[in-house]
């Protein structure tokens, strides 16, 4: 199973991986990023759209 972790030094909290992956993030209601670190694996494709199109890429999955 991967895990995830953000670098919260990186993340702008702008929410795209929100939109991608809206089961494992999503912005509070002050508008900061929470997520799960663990998923589905049924989730990876998502969660991989979500690595992807996070502008300032500060999303890692770990095995
Ligand atoms: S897309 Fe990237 S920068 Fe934006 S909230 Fe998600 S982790 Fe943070």
Redesign the pocket.
Known sequence: MKTID??RS?????????I?APAV?R?NSDGV?E?EETFDDALLDEVEE?VD???????FLKD
């Open positions: 953000v670098d990186l993340c702008d909290n702008h929410g795209q991986c929100a991608a993030f912005m990023l997520y979500a199109v996070c502008p300032v890429q500060a999303i």
